[in-house]
Protein backbone atom coordinates (compact mmCIF):
# COMPACT_ATOMS: atom_id res chain seq x y z
CA UNK A 1 0.00 0.00 0.00
CA UNK A 2 1.31 3.35 -0.83
CA UNK A 3 2.29 5.44 2.01
CA UNK A 4 1.19 9.28 2.20
CA UNK A 5 3.12 12.09 3.29
CA UNK A 6 1.80 15.25 4.43
CA UNK A 7 3.88 18.54 3.69
CA UNK A 8 5.16 20.42 6.81
CA UNK A 9 3.60 23.36 7.51
CA UNK A 10 4.62 26.59 9.21
CA UNK A 11 1.07 28.23 10.93
CA UNK A 12 2.00 30.78 12.68
CA UNK A 13 -0.49 33.57 14.30
CA UNK A 14 -0.95 36.82 12.69
CA UNK A 15 1.26 39.33 13.63
CA UNK A 16 0.06 41.35 16.75
CA UNK A 17 -0.31 45.19 15.16
CA UNK A 18 1.86 47.46 16.80
CA UNK A 19 0.92 50.07 18.99
CA UNK A 20 -0.48 53.16 16.49
CA UNK A 21 2.14 55.93 16.22
CA UNK A 22 0.65 59.29 16.79
CA UNK A 23 -0.25 59.94 13.11
CA UNK A 24 -2.43 57.43 12.94
CA UNK A 25 -6.17 57.90 12.88
CA UNK A 26 -8.09 56.06 15.72
CA UNK A 27 -11.87 55.73 16.29
CA UNK A 28 -12.24 55.71 19.62
CA UNK A 29 -16.39 54.99 19.99
CA UNK A 30 -17.32 52.63 17.50
CA UNK A 31 -15.42 48.90 17.26
CA UNK A 32 -14.47 47.75 14.27
CA UNK A 33 -17.29 45.42 12.39
CA UNK A 34 -19.98 46.71 15.24
CA UNK A 35 -23.57 46.71 14.10
CA UNK A 36 -25.60 49.71 15.28
CA UNK A 37 -29.03 50.61 14.38
CA UNK A 38 -29.28 54.14 13.24
CA UNK A 39 -28.81 55.80 9.99
CA UNK A 40 -26.31 58.40 11.11
CA UNK A 41 -23.44 57.04 12.98
CA UNK A 42 -21.38 59.72 15.37
CA UNK A 43 -18.10 58.83 15.72
CA UNK A 44 -15.80 59.96 17.81
CA UNK A 45 -11.85 59.79 16.91
CA UNK A 46 -8.14 60.97 16.64
CA UNK A 47 -6.16 61.77 13.94
CA UNK A 48 -2.42 63.51 13.52
CA UNK A 49 -0.10 64.65 16.28
CA UNK A 50 -1.16 64.03 19.59
CA UNK A 51 0.68 66.83 21.11
CA UNK A 52 0.72 69.61 18.59
CA UNK A 53 -2.17 72.18 17.98
CA UNK A 54 -3.73 72.12 14.73
CA UNK A 55 -7.18 73.05 13.68
CA UNK A 56 -7.25 70.40 10.11
CA UNK A 57 -9.88 68.96 8.37
CA UNK A 58 -10.84 65.60 8.33
CA UNK A 59 -12.88 64.03 5.19
CA UNK A 60 -15.49 61.17 5.65
CA UNK A 61 -16.15 58.64 2.82
CA UNK A 62 -19.11 56.75 2.77
CA UNK A 63 -21.69 54.21 1.18
CA UNK A 64 -24.14 56.35 -1.16
CA UNK A 65 -23.52 59.80 0.69
CA UNK A 66 -21.10 62.18 -0.66
CA UNK A 67 -18.68 63.15 1.09
CA UNK A 68 -17.70 65.13 4.05
CA UNK A 69 -16.07 67.63 5.72
CA UNK A 70 -15.22 67.83 9.89
CA UNK A 71 -13.12 69.74 11.49
CA UNK A 72 -9.45 68.37 12.98
CA UNK A 73 -8.76 70.10 16.48
CA UNK A 74 -5.66 68.82 18.07
CA UNK A 75 -6.11 65.86 17.02
CA UNK A 76 -9.35 65.07 18.02
CA UNK A 77 -12.34 64.90 15.63
CA UNK A 78 -16.49 64.34 15.51
CA UNK A 79 -18.34 63.19 12.59
CA UNK A 80 -21.79 62.09 11.42
CA UNK A 81 -21.33 59.25 9.34
CA UNK A 82 -23.99 57.72 6.67
CA UNK A 83 -25.19 54.31 6.89
CA UNK A 84 -26.55 52.00 4.38
CA UNK A 85 -28.43 48.94 5.70
CA UNK A 86 -26.50 46.23 5.58
CA UNK A 87 -22.02 46.31 5.36
CA UNK A 88 -20.38 49.75 5.22
CA UNK A 89 -17.00 50.76 4.75
CA UNK A 90 -16.09 54.12 5.65
CA UNK A 91 -13.18 55.85 5.22
CA UNK A 92 -11.28 58.32 6.69
CA UNK A 93 -8.85 60.86 5.14
CA UNK A 94 -6.46 62.83 6.97
CA UNK A 95 -4.29 64.94 4.30
CA UNK A 96 -2.48 66.59 6.70
CA UNK A 97 -0.65 63.67 7.52
CA UNK A 98 -1.41 61.84 4.48
CA UNK A 99 -3.30 59.12 6.58
CA UNK A 100 -6.36 57.25 5.42
CA UNK A 101 -8.48 54.56 7.68
CA UNK A 102 -10.98 51.80 6.21
CA UNK A 103 -13.45 51.44 8.78
CA UNK A 104 -16.68 48.47 8.85
CA UNK A 105 -19.94 49.05 10.61
CA UNK A 106 -23.31 46.78 9.73
CA UNK A 107 -26.42 48.83 9.61
CA UNK A 108 -29.25 46.88 10.79
CA UNK A 109 -32.61 49.07 11.24
CA UNK A 110 -34.91 48.04 13.64
CA UNK A 111 -38.66 48.42 12.18
CA UNK A 112 -40.57 46.51 14.56
CA UNK A 113 -39.64 49.17 17.09
CA UNK A 114 -42.50 52.08 17.44
CA UNK A 115 -41.17 55.30 15.50
CA UNK A 116 -40.56 59.02 16.22
CA UNK A 117 -43.04 60.95 13.48
CA UNK A 118 -41.70 64.30 13.15
CA UNK A 119 -44.61 66.91 12.20
CA UNK A 120 -44.71 70.72 11.46
CA UNK A 121 -47.65 72.10 12.69
CA UNK A 122 -49.27 75.21 10.94
CA UNK A 123 -52.23 77.43 11.26
CA UNK A 124 -55.08 77.37 8.82
CA UNK A 125 -54.27 80.55 7.19
CA UNK A 126 -50.62 80.73 8.05
CA UNK A 127 -48.60 81.76 4.89
CA UNK A 128 -45.95 78.59 5.88
CA UNK A 129 -42.79 81.38 6.81
CA UNK A 130 -41.39 81.50 9.83
CA UNK A 131 -38.67 84.21 11.53
CA UNK A 132 -35.53 85.11 10.17
CA UNK A 133 -32.70 87.66 10.32
CA UNK A 134 -32.08 89.70 7.46
CA UNK A 135 -29.22 87.64 6.15
CA UNK A 136 -31.29 84.71 5.69
CA UNK A 137 -34.74 86.17 3.21
CA UNK A 138 -35.84 83.91 1.53
CA UNK A 139 -34.50 81.22 3.86
CA UNK A 140 -37.49 80.70 5.51
CA UNK A 141 -39.91 78.33 3.24
CA UNK A 142 -41.87 75.61 4.32
CA UNK A 143 -39.76 73.20 2.43
CA UNK A 144 -36.05 74.60 4.35
CA UNK A 145 -38.37 73.89 7.69
CA UNK A 146 -39.05 70.31 6.53
CA UNK A 147 -35.14 70.24 5.93
CA UNK A 148 -34.23 71.53 8.97
CA UNK A 149 -36.33 69.08 11.05
CA UNK A 150 -35.33 66.12 9.23
CA UNK A 151 -31.90 66.96 9.98
CA UNK A 152 -32.49 67.61 13.18
CA UNK A 153 -34.19 63.90 13.47
CA UNK A 154 -31.25 62.41 12.67
CA UNK A 155 -29.00 64.10 15.13
CA UNK A 156 -31.37 63.58 18.25
CA UNK A 157 -31.36 59.98 17.10
CA UNK A 158 -27.21 59.91 16.85
CA UNK A 159 -27.44 61.70 19.94
CA UNK A 160 -29.44 58.77 22.02
CA UNK A 161 -27.64 56.24 20.71
CA UNK A 162 -24.34 57.40 21.45
CA UNK A 163 -25.58 58.38 25.08
CA UNK A 164 -27.24 54.70 25.96
CA UNK A 165 -23.57 53.22 24.52
CA UNK A 166 -21.80 55.45 26.63
CA UNK A 167 -23.35 54.14 29.28
CA UNK A 168 -23.02 50.43 28.68
CA UNK A 169 -26.48 49.83 27.62
CA UNK A 170 -25.51 49.33 23.79
CA UNK A 171 -26.64 51.46 20.86
CA UNK A 172 -30.46 51.90 21.78
CA UNK A 173 -32.30 54.95 20.04
CA UNK A 174 -35.61 55.77 19.15
CA UNK A 175 -36.78 54.62 14.94
CA UNK A 176 -37.58 57.59 12.84
CA UNK A 177 -40.44 57.36 10.87
CA UNK A 178 -38.69 56.96 7.30
CA UNK A 179 -40.38 56.74 3.58
CA UNK A 180 -38.65 56.65 -0.12
CA UNK A 181 -38.86 60.00 -0.83
CA UNK A 182 -36.47 62.79 -2.44
CA UNK A 183 -33.63 63.26 0.01
CA UNK A 184 -32.17 66.04 2.11
CA UNK A 185 -29.55 65.82 4.49
CA UNK A 186 -27.08 66.17 2.08
CA UNK A 187 -26.78 69.90 0.00
CA UNK A 188 -24.74 68.12 -2.57
CA UNK A 189 -26.88 65.53 -3.78
CA UNK A 190 -30.24 66.82 -2.67
CA UNK A 191 -33.44 65.54 -4.28
CA UNK A 192 -31.71 61.78 -4.58
CA UNK A 193 -34.65 59.38 -3.84
CA UNK A 194 -33.41 57.72 -0.72
CA UNK A 195 -35.11 55.89 2.59
CA UNK A 196 -34.98 59.70 4.59
CA UNK A 197 -37.56 60.96 7.56
CA UNK A 198 -41.18 61.68 7.12
CA UNK A 199 -41.61 64.87 7.93
CA UNK A 200 -45.26 65.35 8.29
CA UNK A 201 -47.10 68.94 7.67
CA UNK A 202 -50.49 69.14 9.55
CA UNK A 203 -52.86 72.44 8.69
CA UNK A 204 -54.22 73.28 12.05
CA UNK A 205 -58.04 73.71 12.05
CA UNK A 206 -56.71 76.99 14.43
CA UNK A 207 -55.71 80.08 12.98
CA UNK A 208 -52.32 82.09 13.60
CA UNK A 209 -54.30 84.39 15.81
CA UNK A 210 -55.58 81.80 17.92
CA UNK A 211 -51.80 80.00 17.50
CA UNK A 212 -50.61 83.47 18.72
CA UNK A 213 -52.66 84.54 21.34
CA UNK A 214 -50.58 85.64 23.96
CA UNK A 215 -52.82 83.95 26.84
CA UNK A 216 -51.25 81.56 24.92
CA UNK A 217 -47.77 82.02 24.82
CA UNK A 218 -45.71 79.85 27.53
CA UNK A 219 -43.13 82.59 28.18
CA UNK A 220 -46.03 85.32 28.44
CA UNK A 221 -47.18 87.28 31.78
CA UNK A 222 -50.78 87.10 30.58
CA UNK A 223 -50.40 83.72 30.05
CA UNK A 224 -54.32 82.15 30.91
CA UNK A 225 -54.05 78.68 31.88
CA UNK A 226 -58.20 79.02 31.50
CA UNK A 227 -57.18 78.96 27.60
CA UNK A 228 -56.40 75.52 26.10
CA UNK A 229 -53.26 75.47 25.77
CA UNK A 230 -51.12 75.02 22.20
CA UNK A 231 -49.61 71.59 22.95
CA UNK A 232 -54.15 71.15 23.64
CA UNK A 233 -54.25 72.56 19.92
CA UNK A 234 -52.00 70.39 18.84
CA UNK A 235 -53.02 67.10 20.43
CA UNK A 236 -56.87 67.68 18.98
CA UNK A 237 -54.70 67.93 15.54
CA UNK A 238 -53.08 65.05 15.85
CA UNK A 239 -56.42 63.01 16.86
CA UNK A 240 -58.21 64.04 13.96
CA UNK A 241 -55.61 63.56 11.41
CA UNK A 242 -56.04 59.98 10.16
CA UNK A 243 -51.80 59.19 10.86
CA UNK A 244 -52.05 59.57 13.77
CA UNK A 245 -55.07 57.74 15.48
CA UNK A 246 -53.20 54.65 16.64
CA UNK A 247 -50.40 54.50 19.40
CA UNK A 248 -47.89 57.37 18.32
CA UNK A 249 -44.74 59.27 19.28
CA UNK A 250 -44.47 62.81 17.57
CA UNK A 251 -41.72 65.79 17.84
CA UNK A 252 -44.11 68.49 16.82
CA UNK A 253 -42.62 71.94 15.36
CA UNK A 254 -44.79 74.99 15.71
CA UNK A 255 -44.02 76.72 12.60
CA UNK A 256 -46.66 80.10 13.27
CA UNK A 257 -44.52 80.50 16.10
CA UNK A 258 -43.54 84.70 16.10
CA UNK A 259 -40.96 87.03 17.71
CA UNK A 260 -43.42 90.26 18.87
CA UNK A 261 -40.63 92.83 19.21
CA UNK A 262 -43.28 95.52 20.55
CA UNK A 263 -44.56 93.13 23.15
CA UNK A 264 -40.45 91.79 23.41
CA UNK A 265 -42.31 88.05 23.67
CA UNK A 266 -42.34 85.07 21.74
CA UNK A 267 -46.05 84.16 20.46
CA UNK A 268 -46.98 81.11 19.26
CA UNK A 269 -44.50 78.88 21.45
CA UNK A 270 -44.52 76.88 23.70
CA UNK A 271 -41.74 74.21 25.03
CA UNK A 272 -44.22 71.36 26.18
CA UNK A 273 -43.96 67.36 26.09
CA UNK A 274 -46.31 64.41 27.52
CA UNK A 275 -48.93 62.65 26.86
CA UNK A 276 -52.66 61.87 26.10
CA UNK A 277 -54.05 58.71 26.27
CA UNK A 278 -52.30 56.95 22.96
CA UNK A 279 -50.34 60.01 21.93
CA UNK A 280 -46.94 60.73 22.74
CA UNK A 281 -46.01 64.51 21.98
CA UNK A 282 -43.15 67.07 22.75
CA UNK A 283 -43.54 70.58 20.72
CA UNK A 284 -40.99 73.49 20.61
CA UNK A 285 -42.03 76.86 18.33
CA UNK A 286 -39.82 77.97 15.25
CA UNK A 287 -38.24 80.97 16.61
CA UNK A 288 -34.80 79.49 16.25
CA UNK A 289 -35.29 77.60 13.91
CA UNK A 290 -32.96 80.08 11.57
CA UNK A 291 -30.09 78.57 13.08
CA UNK A 292 -30.33 75.45 12.82
CA UNK A 293 -28.72 73.50 10.24
CA UNK A 294 -30.55 72.26 6.88
CA UNK A 295 -28.24 69.61 6.03
CA UNK A 296 -25.59 67.32 7.69
CA UNK A 297 -22.85 69.91 5.49
CA UNK A 298 -23.70 72.80 7.08
CA UNK A 299 -23.68 71.07 11.10
CA UNK A 300 -20.21 72.68 11.57
CA UNK A 301 -20.94 75.92 9.56
CA UNK A 302 -24.13 76.41 12.10
CA UNK A 303 -22.33 75.39 15.40
CA UNK A 304 -19.29 77.77 14.28
CA UNK A 305 -21.60 81.01 12.98
CA UNK A 306 -21.12 83.79 15.99
CA UNK A 307 -23.26 86.27 14.60
CA UNK A 308 -25.23 88.23 17.16
CA UNK A 309 -28.31 87.69 17.25
CA UNK A 310 -30.04 90.47 16.55
CA UNK A 311 -33.49 90.65 18.53
CA UNK A 312 -35.07 93.50 16.35
CA UNK A 313 -35.77 90.87 14.06
CA UNK A 314 -35.24 87.38 15.98
CA UNK A 315 -35.64 86.17 19.25
CA UNK A 316 -32.91 85.51 22.02
CA UNK A 317 -34.47 82.89 24.19
CA UNK A 318 -33.82 82.86 28.17
CA UNK A 319 -31.68 85.68 26.98
CA UNK A 320 -29.13 82.58 26.38
CA UNK A 321 -29.33 82.67 22.36
CA UNK A 322 -27.36 85.92 21.73
CA UNK A 323 -25.11 84.46 18.97
CA UNK A 324 -26.88 82.23 16.24
CA UNK A 325 -24.73 79.28 17.50
CA UNK A 326 -26.03 79.33 21.21
CA UNK A 327 -29.61 79.64 19.22
CA UNK A 328 -29.09 76.43 17.50
CA UNK A 329 -28.10 74.64 20.81
CA UNK A 330 -31.41 75.98 22.22
CA UNK A 331 -33.83 75.60 19.39
CA UNK A 332 -32.45 71.84 18.72
CA UNK A 333 -31.51 70.59 22.14
CA UNK A 334 -34.65 72.29 23.93
CA UNK A 335 -36.81 70.59 21.50
CA UNK A 336 -35.08 67.25 22.25
CA UNK A 337 -36.16 68.02 25.96
CA UNK A 338 -39.50 67.69 25.28
CA UNK A 339 -39.33 64.69 23.39
CA UNK A 340 -37.99 63.67 25.99
CA UNK A 341 -40.55 64.18 28.46
CA UNK A 342 -43.05 62.40 25.62
CA UNK A 343 -40.26 59.44 25.96
CA UNK A 344 -41.31 59.65 30.26
CA UNK A 345 -38.09 61.67 30.97
CA UNK A 346 -38.31 63.72 33.78
CA UNK A 347 -36.04 67.18 34.97
CA UNK A 348 -32.86 65.91 35.77
CA UNK A 349 -29.76 67.83 37.82
CA UNK A 350 -27.60 67.91 34.61
CA UNK A 351 -27.95 67.01 31.18
CA UNK A 352 -30.60 67.67 28.66
CA UNK A 353 -33.23 67.36 30.67
CA UNK A 354 -31.87 70.37 32.79
CA UNK A 355 -30.81 73.03 30.77
CA UNK A 356 -27.57 70.81 29.50
CA UNK A 357 -28.89 71.73 25.75
CA UNK A 358 -26.76 75.05 25.63
CA UNK A 359 -23.84 72.55 25.13
CA UNK A 360 -25.84 70.84 22.11
CA UNK A 361 -22.99 71.74 19.59
CA UNK A 362 -20.11 70.01 22.00
CA UNK A 363 -21.48 66.49 20.83
CA UNK A 364 -20.85 66.78 16.74
CA UNK A 365 -18.02 69.29 16.75
CA UNK A 366 -14.40 69.10 18.16
CA UNK A 367 -14.73 73.01 18.56
CA UNK A 368 -17.05 76.03 19.09
CA UNK A 369 -16.11 79.44 18.98
CA UNK A 370 -13.32 80.77 21.18
CA UNK A 371 -12.46 77.65 22.04
CA UNK A 372 -11.04 73.76 21.60
CA UNK A 373 -10.18 71.11 21.57
CA UNK A 374 -13.77 69.49 23.14
CA UNK A 375 -12.94 65.96 23.66
CA UNK A 376 -15.80 63.41 24.50
CA UNK A 377 -15.13 63.96 28.23
CA UNK A 378 -15.57 68.05 27.87
CA UNK A 379 -19.18 67.76 26.32
CA UNK A 380 -20.69 69.13 29.71
CA UNK A 381 -24.10 69.48 29.54
CA UNK A 382 -24.83 67.67 26.50
CA UNK A 383 -25.63 63.86 28.00
CA UNK A 384 -28.33 62.06 29.12
CA UNK A 385 -28.04 62.06 32.99
CA UNK A 386 -28.16 58.10 34.43
CA UNK A 387 -31.81 58.61 35.44
CA UNK A 388 -32.29 59.33 31.45
CA UNK A 389 -30.92 56.27 30.70
CA UNK A 390 -32.41 53.69 33.15
CA UNK A 391 -35.78 54.94 31.57
CA UNK A 392 -34.63 55.17 28.42
CA UNK A 393 -33.09 50.92 29.01
CA UNK A 394 -36.81 49.94 29.55
CA UNK A 395 -38.50 51.95 26.61
CA UNK A 396 -39.95 49.71 23.77
CA UNK A 397 -39.03 52.48 21.53
CA UNK A 398 -35.31 51.71 22.77
CA UNK A 399 -35.29 47.79 22.36
CA UNK A 400 -32.67 45.49 21.15
CA UNK A 401 -33.17 42.31 19.37
CA UNK A 402 -31.27 40.86 22.30
CA UNK A 403 -33.92 42.12 24.27
CA UNK A 404 -35.73 39.38 23.15
CA UNK A 405 -39.59 39.03 22.32
CA UNK A 406 -41.45 41.84 24.24
CA UNK A 407 -44.48 40.24 24.80
CA UNK A 408 -47.76 41.45 25.98
CA UNK A 409 -47.64 44.57 28.31
CA UNK A 410 -48.58 44.79 31.73
CA UNK A 411 -50.00 48.22 32.22
CA UNK A 412 -50.29 47.75 35.90
CA UNK A 413 -48.70 51.06 38.07
CA UNK A 414 -46.29 50.34 41.21
CA UNK A 415 -47.08 50.86 44.57
CA UNK A 416 -45.75 51.56 48.00
CA UNK A 417 -46.79 49.63 50.98
CA UNK A 418 -46.21 50.46 54.51
CA UNK A 419 -44.67 47.95 56.97
CA UNK A 420 -44.11 47.96 60.77
CA UNK A 421 -40.93 49.42 62.25
CA UNK A 422 -39.94 51.69 59.60
CA UNK A 423 -39.71 49.43 56.47
CA UNK A 424 -41.93 49.92 53.47
CA UNK A 425 -41.97 47.78 49.78
CA UNK A 426 -42.00 48.93 46.42
CA UNK A 427 -44.84 46.54 44.64
CA UNK A 428 -44.19 46.50 40.88
CA UNK A 429 -46.05 43.85 39.09
CA UNK A 430 -44.55 45.13 35.64
CA UNK A 431 -41.05 44.93 37.47
CA UNK A 432 -39.29 47.57 39.15
CA UNK A 433 -36.58 49.80 37.11
CA UNK A 434 -35.60 52.41 39.05
CA UNK A 435 -36.15 54.23 42.53
CA UNK A 436 -35.15 57.89 42.29
CA UNK A 437 -34.25 59.68 46.20
CA UNK A 438 -35.37 63.37 46.54
CA UNK A 439 -33.95 65.58 49.46
CA UNK A 440 -35.37 68.64 50.55
CA UNK A 441 -37.03 68.78 46.33
CA UNK A 442 -33.83 68.11 45.00
CA UNK A 443 -32.36 64.72 43.14
CA UNK A 444 -29.83 62.93 46.16
CA UNK A 445 -29.24 59.36 44.74
CA UNK A 446 -31.46 56.51 42.83
CA UNK A 447 -31.56 52.59 43.18
CA UNK A 448 -31.28 51.10 39.85
CA UNK A 449 -32.45 47.40 39.13
CA UNK A 450 -30.49 46.77 35.65
CA UNK A 451 -30.36 42.90 35.55
CA UNK A 452 -33.31 41.60 36.94
CA UNK A 453 -36.67 43.77 37.89
CA UNK A 454 -38.12 42.46 40.96
CA UNK A 455 -41.96 42.22 41.58
CA UNK A 456 -41.50 43.23 45.53
CA UNK A 457 -38.64 44.86 47.21
CA UNK A 458 -38.29 45.43 50.57
CA UNK A 459 -36.38 49.10 51.99
CA UNK A 460 -35.97 50.15 55.86
CA UNK A 461 -36.03 54.07 56.28
CA UNK A 462 -32.95 54.11 57.78
CA UNK A 463 -31.12 52.86 54.98
CA UNK A 464 -32.73 55.34 52.39
CA UNK A 465 -31.34 57.84 54.84
CA UNK A 466 -28.09 56.38 55.02
CA UNK A 467 -27.99 56.14 51.32
CA UNK A 468 -28.84 59.85 51.26
CA UNK A 469 -25.94 60.59 53.83
CA UNK A 470 -29.31 63.14 55.36
CA UNK A 471 -30.28 64.29 58.32
CA UNK A 472 -33.49 62.74 59.87
CA UNK A 473 -35.63 66.20 59.20
CA UNK A 474 -34.88 66.13 55.93
CA UNK A 475 -37.90 65.48 53.56
CA UNK A 476 -37.16 62.23 51.60
CA UNK A 477 -39.33 62.02 48.43
CA UNK A 478 -39.50 58.62 46.41
CA UNK A 479 -40.00 57.88 42.94
CA UNK A 480 -40.77 54.75 41.83
CA UNK A 481 -40.28 53.41 38.10
CA UNK A 482 -41.28 50.28 36.59
CA UNK A 483 -39.69 48.51 33.19
CA UNK A 484 -43.27 49.21 31.31
CA UNK A 485 -42.74 53.01 32.40
CA UNK A 486 -45.45 53.63 34.84
CA UNK A 487 -44.49 55.19 38.30
CA UNK A 488 -45.82 56.50 41.49
CA UNK A 489 -44.74 58.95 44.01
CA UNK A 490 -44.07 59.43 47.93
CA UNK A 491 -44.09 62.90 48.59
CA UNK A 492 -43.07 62.55 52.00
CA UNK A 493 -41.35 59.23 53.34
CA UNK A 494 -41.64 60.28 56.84
CA UNK A 495 -45.73 61.19 56.76
CA UNK A 496 -46.19 58.29 54.38
CA UNK A 497 -44.73 56.10 56.96
CA UNK A 498 -46.21 57.69 60.33
CA UNK A 499 -49.96 58.21 58.34
CA UNK A 500 -50.08 54.80 57.09
CA UNK A 501 -49.26 52.74 60.48
CA UNK A 502 -50.61 52.60 63.74
CA UNK A 503 -54.38 52.62 62.75
CA UNK A 504 -56.93 51.16 65.13
CA UNK A 505 -60.33 49.54 63.48
CA UNK A 506 -63.57 48.58 65.66
CA UNK A 507 -63.42 45.03 66.36
CA UNK A 508 -59.45 44.32 65.19
CA UNK A 509 -57.15 43.89 68.13
CA UNK A 510 -54.10 45.71 67.86
CA UNK A 511 -52.77 48.34 65.12
CA UNK A 512 -53.35 48.08 61.86
CA UNK A 513 -51.85 48.97 58.75
CA UNK A 514 -52.98 50.85 55.65
CA UNK A 515 -52.04 50.67 51.92
CA UNK A 516 -51.47 53.70 49.97
CA UNK A 517 -54.50 55.58 48.65
CA UNK A 518 -55.38 54.91 45.00
CA UNK A 519 -57.26 57.88 42.86
CA UNK A 520 -57.44 61.48 44.06
CA UNK A 521 -55.11 62.78 45.98
CA UNK A 522 -57.04 65.46 47.81
CA UNK A 523 -59.97 64.76 50.87
CA UNK A 524 -61.27 67.80 50.35
CA UNK A 525 -64.96 68.03 50.36
CA UNK A 526 -64.95 64.26 50.46
CA UNK A 527 -67.12 62.12 52.83
CA UNK A 528 -65.51 59.18 53.91
CA UNK A 529 -66.24 55.25 54.61
CA UNK A 530 -64.75 52.45 56.21
CA UNK A 531 -65.28 48.48 55.92
CA UNK A 532 -63.85 46.26 58.40
CA UNK A 533 -64.23 42.42 57.64
CA UNK A 534 -64.40 41.75 61.71
CA UNK A 535 -66.41 42.02 64.50
CA UNK A 536 -64.77 41.54 67.92
CA UNK A 537 -62.06 40.45 66.29
CA UNK A 538 -63.51 37.40 64.59
CA UNK A 539 -64.28 37.44 60.77
CA UNK A 540 -67.24 38.01 59.72
CA UNK A 541 -68.94 36.08 56.70
CA UNK A 542 -69.39 37.92 53.69
CA UNK A 543 -72.37 36.70 51.50
CA UNK A 544 -72.19 38.88 48.31
CA UNK A 545 -71.47 42.66 46.66
CA UNK A 546 -73.51 45.03 45.37
CA UNK A 547 -72.00 47.34 43.17
CA UNK A 548 -72.82 50.61 42.32
CA UNK A 549 -71.26 51.28 38.58
CA UNK A 550 -71.65 52.98 35.25
CA UNK A 551 -68.65 54.35 33.07
CA UNK A 552 -67.23 54.88 36.59
CA UNK A 553 -66.99 53.43 40.30
CA UNK A 554 -69.98 55.00 42.52
CA UNK A 555 -69.52 52.78 45.05
CA UNK A 556 -70.03 49.35 46.36
CA UNK A 557 -71.73 47.57 49.56
CA UNK A 558 -70.46 44.39 51.91
CA UNK A 559 -73.05 42.17 52.46
CA UNK A 560 -72.88 39.86 55.51
CA UNK A 561 -74.74 36.53 56.71
CA UNK A 562 -75.62 38.08 59.86
CA UNK A 563 -77.24 40.83 58.02
CA UNK A 564 -75.19 43.55 58.60
CA UNK A 565 -73.86 45.91 55.65
CA UNK A 566 -70.70 47.91 55.31
CA UNK A 567 -71.43 51.33 52.13
CA UNK A 568 -67.93 52.43 50.52
CA UNK A 569 -69.13 55.35 48.37
CA UNK A 570 -72.38 56.71 46.72
CA UNK A 571 -75.41 54.35 45.56
CA UNK A 572 -75.66 55.80 42.02
CA UNK A 573 -75.56 54.21 38.50
CA UNK A 574 -76.81 51.02 37.50
CA UNK A 575 -75.87 47.79 40.56
CA UNK A 576 -74.79 44.37 39.92
CA UNK A 577 -74.38 41.30 42.38
CA UNK A 578 -71.37 39.36 42.75
CA UNK A 579 -72.10 36.20 45.30
CA UNK A 580 -69.56 35.53 47.55
CA UNK A 581 -69.35 31.59 49.13
CA UNK A 582 -69.01 30.37 52.52
CA UNK A 583 -65.28 30.46 53.47
CA UNK A 584 -64.31 33.16 50.54
CA UNK A 585 -63.43 36.16 51.47
CA UNK A 586 -61.71 39.13 49.96
CA UNK A 587 -57.61 38.94 49.61
CA UNK A 588 -57.61 42.31 47.25
CA UNK A 589 -58.74 44.50 44.81
CA UNK A 590 -57.62 45.25 41.34
CA UNK A 591 -58.43 49.06 40.35
CA UNK A 592 -58.54 51.81 37.86
CA UNK A 593 -57.75 55.05 38.99
CA UNK A 594 -56.92 58.70 37.86
CA UNK A 595 -58.57 61.63 39.20
CA UNK A 596 -61.13 58.57 40.92
CA UNK A 597 -61.88 55.63 40.89
CA UNK A 598 -62.80 54.28 37.24
CA UNK A 599 -63.04 50.48 38.02
CA UNK A 600 -62.78 47.69 40.35
CA UNK A 601 -62.67 43.88 40.53
CA UNK A 602 -62.40 41.59 43.56
CA UNK A 603 -60.43 39.35 44.50
CA UNK A 604 -61.46 36.31 46.72
CA UNK A 605 -58.63 33.82 49.05
CA UNK A 606 -60.52 30.77 46.70
CA UNK A 607 -58.88 32.47 43.76
CA UNK A 608 -61.83 33.62 41.83
CA UNK A 609 -62.44 36.90 40.45
CA UNK A 610 -65.28 38.60 40.41
CA UNK A 611 -66.58 40.28 36.82
CA UNK A 612 -64.80 44.03 36.16
CA UNK A 613 -67.10 46.95 37.58
CA UNK A 614 -66.90 50.35 36.15
CA UNK A 615 -64.38 51.86 33.22
CA UNK A 616 -61.58 50.82 31.88
CA UNK A 617 -59.78 54.52 32.01
CA UNK A 618 -56.90 55.56 34.49
CA UNK A 619 -54.06 53.37 35.61
CA UNK A 620 -54.34 49.52 36.41
CA UNK A 621 -53.21 48.93 39.95
CA UNK A 622 -53.41 45.82 42.22
CA UNK A 623 -54.06 46.25 45.55
CA UNK A 624 -52.95 43.57 47.92
CA UNK A 625 -51.83 42.69 51.67
CA UNK A 626 -48.14 42.47 51.90
CA UNK A 627 -46.65 38.45 51.84
CA UNK A 628 -47.21 37.77 55.68
CA UNK A 629 -50.05 40.04 56.29
CA UNK A 630 -53.64 39.64 55.85
CA UNK A 631 -56.23 42.04 54.55
CA UNK A 632 -58.84 43.11 57.15
CA UNK A 633 -61.05 46.26 55.42
CA UNK A 634 -61.31 48.74 52.79
CA UNK A 635 -61.08 52.46 53.08
CA UNK A 636 -62.54 54.48 50.35
CA UNK A 637 -63.77 58.77 50.09
CA UNK A 638 -66.70 59.75 47.85
CA UNK A 639 -68.39 63.13 46.57
CA UNK A 640 -70.63 62.29 43.65
CA UNK A 641 -68.65 59.05 42.68
CA UNK A 642 -65.84 56.81 44.30
CA UNK A 643 -62.61 58.70 44.23
CA UNK A 644 -59.97 57.24 46.63
CA UNK A 645 -60.09 53.57 47.72
CA UNK A 646 -57.27 51.53 50.00
CA UNK A 647 -57.24 48.69 51.85
CA UNK A 648 -56.53 47.81 56.03
CA UNK A 649 -54.18 44.97 56.33
CA UNK A 650 -52.35 43.53 59.80
CA UNK A 651 -50.02 41.06 60.14
CA UNK A 652 -51.23 37.48 59.60
Known amino acids: ?28 NVREGETVHQRFLLV ?23 QTEWPCVNSYFKAMVHLVPGPNTITFIFPQ ?59 WQAFCAEQLHRNGMGRRTFRLEEAWLPDTVSCQDKGVMRNTAKVH ?13 VRRAQQSDDQDESVESLFGLFLDDLRENPAFDMPCQVAGLILDSHWDVNKQLTVGHAALGGGAGHTRLGIFGSHLLHAWPTCIEDIVPAFMNNTTTDTRYVANDADESGNWWRACNIGMGAMMHEVGHSYTLSHTPTGVMSRGYNNWNRTFVAKEPGYGPIPPEEE ?33 QPSFIALEGGQFQVIAPAGLSLLEINVGGHYRTHFEFLQDQPRMVTF ?122 RGERIQGLIVRSGAWIDGVQFKLSSGRLSPWFGGNGGGLNEINAPQGYEMVGIFGSAKSWMEQIGIFYRRG
Open 1 to 28: MPSFSFPTMNYQAPPIPSRPTASNIQIS
Open 44 to 66: NGRAGPRNSSFDKPIYVVCNDFP
Open 97 to 155: DNESLHFHVNYLPLLQNPPLSLVIFIGSDSDATFDVPPEKKGQNTLDVAVEKLRTAGYM
Open 201 to 213: VIRSKYTVAQIRD
Open 380 to 412: AGSHWHRLDIMRLRFHPAFRLPQDGPIGARNPS
Open 460 to 581: HQKDIRDRCKCNPDEKISLHAVCANQEDKDIDNLNVFLSSHGGVRLPGVDGLVLKSDIFGNGSDQGMTKSTAVFYHNNRPKQLKCILVNHGAFLDGFTLVYEDGSQDQIGKTGGGRSQFDVG
